[in-house]
């Protein structure tokens, strides 16, 4: 008989198997990353009010260096959280593992049967038999009660017994071997895939460029 378990290796579908696991990896990436750009929209949309960001701090110092008066400097635009700062969070699939596992058991059992049976009988039976014959002798006979003159009367009785023995005897042998195959296979799969923060591109983020205001001192 062929060795069910390679039969079974070549049932497993594995090519299928890591087809469809990349797939779901490349389908989650998608999501990840639209998830990512609503966020950064969503962000840009939400602007807070003017005024109410502290962009920085401005002291004023006399000639000896003493901070004579502290300002702050705040948004005169409303200003997007985007703008702000606050960038979304970009992640991708940096490692996918399939891991695989099937357990095969693989038996036989072997039967071995012999059965001897006798039946044995003693019969007997036995027989009697009885004939009785009548006949008569030659010649005339005369009887006149207290005399007879001539003829003579004949009589037999046969008597046959027996006895029948009849022994019966009857044997019977029996043998017959049986084989029975058994197969247990169980499979499990696990899919791991690891998942990292990775930086968000460059135009997600507005840059922040700094210049001084118009008629300012240079």
């Known amino acids: 008989m062929a060795d069910p378990v390679n039969n079974i290796v070549k049932e497993i579908p594995f090519a299928e198997l890591v087809r469809k696991a990349a797939l779901a990896v490349a389908d989650g990436q998608t999501a990840l990353d639209l998830n990512s750009v609503q966020t950064a ?9 003017a005024g109410a960001v502290i962009l920085g701090i401005v002291e004023e110092t006399d000639a000896d260096g003493n901070v004579t008066n502290v300002s702050t400097l705040t948004n005169d635009q409303p200003l997007s959280l985007l703008a ?5 969070t970009f992640y991708e699939f940096s490692e996918t593992e399939i891991d695989l596992r099937f357990w095969v058991r ?7 049967v012999e059965s001897d049976s006798t039946f044995s009988r003693d019969m007997r039976t036995s027989y009697e038999q009885s004939r009785k014959k009548y006949g008569g002798g030659g010649g005339v006979g005369l009887n006149l009660g207290f005399f007879s003159i001539g003829g003579r009367g004949g009589y037999q009785k046969q008597e046959v017994k027996g006895e029948r023995e ?3 005897d009857v044997r019977s ?11 247990d296979a169980s499979a499990a799969c696990r899919l791991k895939t690891t998942l990292v923060p990775k930086p968000a591109p460059d135009r997600s983020v507005p840059e922040v460029i700094t210049r001084p205001a118009e008629g300012g001192s240079s």
């Open 41 to 49: 929209q969503t962000l840009a949309d939400m602007e807070l009010d």
């Open 106 to 112: 693989w038996h036989t059992r072997s039967t071995h």
């Open 166 to 168: 009849v022994e019966l």
């Open 173 to 183: 042998h029996s043998e017959y071997d049986s084989k029975v195959y058994g197969l």
């Open 84 to 88: 702000y700062g606050v960038t979304p």
